[in-house]
């Protein structure tokens, strides 16, 4: 659901309505070599979860709730063990963090050690800050209500932005307001799911790709009224892609962007990826849930998740939240192995 108001937000203070900027176009993204600062992590973790930090695991696969530390003091050694604790648990929520009362310059000083920060072709953001990408709904808002007469559910299962040739990994979202219960988000493990399919249907996937589209979600923002920042673009991902930091490989296709896999009729592409996503969908026992709380900061790995936001709160509460969104490698596949 595109924003609806035109604010400002100060520097200091991200929790106004975003800022649409109409007549500002950006380039196309250029390809940047990334680093995975994970692989250079201590993985007892001295420096992330000290003896003090209270770790609470959501469910045995995927997602985890930390209290104790304070994401914005972390030195380099620690930012390098949160992007492996994460790429290890998917999903992590932080609570009692600081980020919501940090100016914005700062926030994005924090996430762009993770890599170059994306800016969305059609989000709005605080005025000056394109890299910071708000999800908003205003308490006034009455999208919802709208959705739902043409809709069931507002379950949307993706991982952020895979058209992009160089999708997100290490990703951070952190609440500014929230209702009074509901607006919880969804995660699903795409390692787990993978690792749960048949050694014949993974080795068969292996070598496959499949093209990512953005052309759709800007032509809806356009259509809307709302903001296209720069021309839509198309990509082409493996299937199975491989985390740079664990070796895991994990499944890589979301219904939300992805169309169709390259070399196979439209009926032979349709069932295999509709097989995916019902597969993904399902999969409630590699699922976590997270709700949140004020002051939390959830990060969760990008390459090797997909999630989706719960549209079940009554109109006249505002949810907003913010997040940094650093760019990562681009997918890549490793050999199959039995």
Known sequence: MAPSAVETATTTEPTKAPTLRFNTAYPPLTPF?????????????????PPSVKVEHLTPTIGTEVKGIQL??????????????????????????????????????????????HIHPTSGSPEGFPEIHLVHRGAKDKSAETFFESRTSSVAWHSDV??????????????????????DTLFCNGVEAYNRLSPFFKERLHGLHAVHSGIEQVNASVAKGSIKRREPVRSVHPIVRTHPGTGEKALFVNPQFTREIVGLKKEESDAILKFLYEHIAWGADFHARVKWEEKTVVVWDNRVTQH????????????????????AERPYETPYQA
Do not use: C, M
């Open 308 to 327: 989706t936001a719960l549209v079940d709160w009554k109109d006249g509460d505002r949810r907003h939240l913010a997040r940094i969104t650093p760019q």
């Open 33 to 49: 070599e990334h680093y995975e600062h994970g692989k250079d992590a201590d993985t007892t973790y001295p420096n992330l979860l």
């Open 72 to 117: 914005s003091s972390l030195s380099n050694a620690g930012k390098d063990e949160l992007a492996r604790f994460v790429a290890e648990r998917k999903v992590v929520a932080f609570r009692d963090q600081d980020f919501a009362d940090l100016p914005i310059e700062k926030a994005l000083e924090f996430g762009s050690y993770f890599g170059r920060h």
């Open 162 to 183: 895979t058209y992009e040739q160089q999708p997100p990994g290490t990703t951070f979202l952190y609440i500014l307001d929230k209702p009074a219960s509901g607006g």
